[in-house]
């Protein structure tokens, strides 16, 4: 990929602060009922992917409460799946990048993608959910949350180590007719606070959605 790739560009500094990251965020309980929500629609015994899963801590939750889950961590920052080995032993994670998920999985009855959104321009999630159709059986469920705003709001942001960040905003509506228009049924939406630890205060969505077709 390019340099200038805006989603390398994100990799790159999620990979950088990957210990800081975890520590802020792994023991977070506040989504831990969408979840509970997510785990209760699975099949015994399903296979799981949990993309950009960061140190996993979405994938931790998910193999205490169902430790009868196959389940796959992808992460293209380094750092953040040498965490997720080392705190998740149950799972198995690798690096690999959300555009090209079906290089690395197939036959999955559950996808979580949790705040990766947030970082893929409209050229990126288009490929992102066009490869998440091809590793997704039909009825497969999905659990996906995204900081939430109007999308004029996208901008570079300036990290604290002084390098730039893209942070694309989407509201809830566009999201919903983006699944929709990849083959997916919604089922629920609900807008929450942001975590009190977040570095700026903003809304997020949770969305839980159904795989109906089988798109190549």
């Known amino acids: 990929m390019l340099p200038e ?46 993309i950009a899963c960061g ?32 705190r998740v032993p149950a799972g198995q994670f690798f690096v690999g990048d959300c555009r090209r998920l079906h290089e690395l999985a197939t036959d999955c009855d559950g996808a979580v993608f949790a705040f990766g959104l947030s970082y893929l321009n409209q050229t990126d999630a288009e490929q992102f959910f066009t490869s998440l159709n091809r590793v ?3 009825d497969a469920v999905l659990l996906l949350s ?17 390098d730039e960040l893209l942070t694309v905003y989407r509201t809830p509506q566009k999201i919903s007719d983006m699944l929709v228009s990849y083959g ?3 089922q ?20 839980i959605a159904k795989k109906l077709t089988q798109q190549i």
Do not use: W
Not at 192 to 201: G, I
């Open 146 to 162: 995204t900081i939430s705003a109007s999308e004029s709001s996208s901008r570079y942001e300036r990290s604290s180590s002084g």
């Open 55 to 86: 140190p996993g801590n979405v994938s931790a939750y998910l193999l205490r409460h169902r430790p009868d889950l196959s389940l796959t961590g992808v992460d293209l920052a380094p750092k953040m799946i040498d965490i997720a080995r080392q």
């Open 136 to 138: 997704l059986n039909a």
């Open 184 to 186: 997916f049924e919604v």
């Open 5 to 50: 790739d805006d989603c390398l560009a994100s990799v790159k500094l999620f990979n950088q602060f990957a210990e800081r990251y975890a520590e802020k965020y792994f023991d977070l309980e506040q989504y831990d009922r969408f979840y509970a929500m997510f785990a209760a629609q699975l099949p015994h015994a399903a296979r799981v992917i949990d």
């Open 188 to 207: 629920f939406v609900e807008l929450v606070a942001s975590p009190a630890n977040a570095p700026s205060p903003t809304q997020d969505v949770v969305l």
